[in-house]
């Protein structure tokens, strides 16, 4: 956001409005019973819906569906949704927490991790550039609308393309119960220079690189998380954010239409909505039929709910997130 000398005071909106919004998830749903049949594991339907609130969660389940290609879809449902096209793109800026190189590729017919270069051959924008946000993790969306906002104010561009894609299958190791949390899909957004009407008004990023080990890869290429530390430190840091970004902005949880958490856990979400007093009907969900998606959760919960109505132009929303590091923050914004 804007540089201010008093990080207390609200920074000045973007002119960046939320035009567009899409989502994709590949295959059928994976139910909880799959991981039942892992011995290994020793965890049934109960256990994974009292630990994580996850009911099913998407697999991709055609060889060459990679996170560029669900991240493709997305984005074209993301440039109906605003009413713009291919040639409209000005910026694309891809976010991923999953792809490797080699061991899970971003795309079909490359070995390669990054996502934005192949979303651009892929969509024909040739006449955006593009580049990748690493290391934040599921805070990927949060982290990328900033950068969003600051080009659309910075370099006058007219529209910049967030792409967010998750395909975490192949990196899960299944002796571990945490491999019972993870989803693929993937989520997109369109952000718009709109000097008359700014959507981004103010954002709160935090990091601290003390718990850079909460998160990891271990030798046969295998996601290692500590569950336990996550639980322990997430909450607090996005009840952190959340209080910073309404103080500077005096207001509440009641001026809040809708809280868009990061889909990590539902008893992180559910501890997190409680300390502010928020309701679970003003609390935007799809971990239970989608898992934790990563950066994917916060921008594909809220495309789920702008297109089945729940969401309407104009209400102010509240996103929170945190990723690896930890990086966490928070993001005040209105769709449209």
């Known amino acids: 956001m804007t540089a201010t000398a008093d990080p207390a005071k609200a920074a000045k909106p973007l002119p960046a409005s939320l035009a567009g919004i899409g989502h994709y998830f590949p295959g059928d749903p994976v139910p909880n019973s799959y991981f039942e049949a892992i011995p290994e594991l020793g965890v049934d339907d109960d256990w994974i819906r009292r630990h994580t609130g996850v009911v099913t969660r998407h697999w991709p389940r055609v060889p060459a569906e990679r996170h560029v290609e669900m991240g493709v879809k997305a984005a074209r449902m993301a440039l109906e949704d605003a009413g713009l096209g291919i040639a409209d793109l000005d910026v694309i800026i891809g976010t991923t927490a999953t792809a490797r190189p080699r061991t ?41 609308s900033v950068l969003a906002g600051t080009m659309l104010s910075a370099l006058s561009a007219r529209n910049v393309l967030v792409v967010c894609a998750e395909s975490p299958e192949r990196i899960l190791n299944f002796r571990y119960r945490n491999s019972v949390l993870f989803g693929a899909g993937a989520a997109a957004a369109v952000w718009h220079r709109s000097p008359s009407h700014p959507g981004l008004l ?13 998160f990891d890869i271990d030798e046969d290429d295998k996601m290692i998380m500590d569950g336990r530390l996550v639980g322990e430190l997430g909450p607090a840091m996005l009840i952190d954010a959340t209080k910073a970004i309404l103080h500077r902005n005096e207001l509440d949880s009641t001026d809040i239409e809708w809280l868009v958490p990061h889909q990590g856990n539902l008893n992180m979400v559910r501890e997190v909505a409680a300390h502010f007093g928020l309701p679970e009907d003003r609390v ?30 104009g209400q102010l929303l509240l996103g929170v997130s945190i990723g690896r590091g930890f990086s966490w923050g928070a993001m005040l914004f209105r769709y449209r």
Do not use: K
């Open 284 to 313: 935007l969900l799809n971990i239970s039929r989608r898992g934790n998606t990563s950066s994917v959760g916060m921008p594909s919960c809220l495309s789920e709910h702008v297109h089945d109505g729940t969401v309407r132009p």
């Open 104 to 144: 899970n590729p971003s795309s079909a017919g490359s070995n390669y991790m990054d996502i934005s270069l192949p979303l651009q051959r892929e969509l024909g924008a040739h006449a955006a550039f593009c580049f990748d946000v690493t290391a934040v993790a599921c805070a990927g969306f949060l982290y990328s």
């Open 202 to 214: 103010d954002a709160v990023l935090r990091a601290d690189g003390r718990h850079f080990g909460a």
